[in-house]
């Protein structure tokens, strides 16, 4: 467990040297990474992978804003570095895999599974983590592999900052990709104000929704010209999801709960069921129950 320590304590160290060299070199406008308040538990095996995972979930996905990904356009240009965008791929995928309970069913979540359990076997020799040797084993191999992706990121940050049109077109691009970088929270209040336009916003998980959503909504402020006003096109962008995506209280899994059968009459129920919503809105319970009126389910 020492050993992971030491490595936990490398890890945290370059990323002081990546926030000093960006705050540095874009006159503190910039703060690469933001304070992680998760903490790691190195004296129990188990709970220290467990942490471990939210740990690095959330230095790559929570406190770096857009400057993971802006980087790692970046190395896959650069031949001079290398390239560890699977790193952050495997840290999400292990997320959530622990944190969310996923349906085997669906290919995307089998897929996540097969991943994960390719990288367990990979790394251990097995395909679930079972004893403190395999949590450790496991633990080291993340942490080594997120040294190595961190040390390819600043060696990029090195040369682009060094680079002679690094303040001509480097840096205005890493700036108007942070000006355009809005929290899930400024998306979701965006989001519940349009729901509570069709009177809807009390049946709807608005969390749920924007974290499938927000990547999408994202790479759609990412394109606009500058001057747009965020709350006005966000509007515009989450109206357009609103009517065309259908969203309802009632997901496959609820149908499944209440006695559907899988495959296509499963998405012919769900479709229906959204329907009915957007025509008559009103909660989960009561969309099951017209459902079973109806003899859908």
Not at 97 to 105: R, V, Y
Not at 160 to 172: A, K, Q
Not at 260 to 279: C, D, Q, T, V, W
Request: with cysteine.
């Amino acid at each position: 467990m020492t050993k992971l320590q030491t490595l936990h304590d490398r890890v945290k160290v370059l990323i002081d040297q990546i926030n000093s060299l960006t705050q540095e070199k874009t006159s503190n406008t910039i703060v690469f990474f933001e304070n992680i308040t998760i903490t790691i538990n190195f004296n129990s095996a188990g709970a220290c992978y467990s942490e471990l995972i939210n740990w690095a979930y959330s230095l790559f996905i929570e406190v770096c804003g857009p400057n993971v990904k802006f980087f790692e356009e970046r190395m896959k240009t650069n031949d001079k570095v290398g390239n560890y965008s699977s790193t952050p791929r495997l840290v999400h995928t292990l997320r959530t895999i622990k944190n969310h309970n996923l349906d085997w069913d669906k290919p995307d979540d089998f897929s996540k599974k097969n991943y994960a359990e390719e990288w367990y076997n990979k790394t251990v020799g097995k395909t679930q983590l079972v004893t403190d040797d395999d949590y450790i084993a496991c633990s080291e191999s993340i942490l080594t592999q997120i040294l190595e992706y961190l040390t390819a990121l600043y060696e990029c940050i090195i040369i682009d900052v060094s680079n002679e049109f690094y303040g001509e077109t480097i840096l205005p691009a890493w700036q108007r990709r942070n000006d355009r970088h809005f929290s899930n929270f400024d998306f979701e209040q965006v989001l519940l104000d349009q729901l509570q336009l069709y009177g809807i916003d009390a049946f709807l998980d608005t969390n749920k929704i924007t974290k499938r959503e927000i990547d999408k909504w994202r790479s759609e402020i990412k394109d606009l010209r500058d001057g747009f006003d965020f709350k006005i096109e966000a509007a515009r962008i989450i109206t357009r999801y609103i009517l065309d995506q259908k969203y309802s209280p009632v997901d496959q899994k609820d149908l499944l709960d209440s006695g559907a059968e899988k495959g296509k009459k499963l998405m012919e129920i769900h479709s229906i069921i959204r329907e009915e919503f957007y025509k008559n809105p009103r909660s989960k319970t009561e969309l099951i129950d017209w459902a079973k009126e109806k003899n859908l389910l």
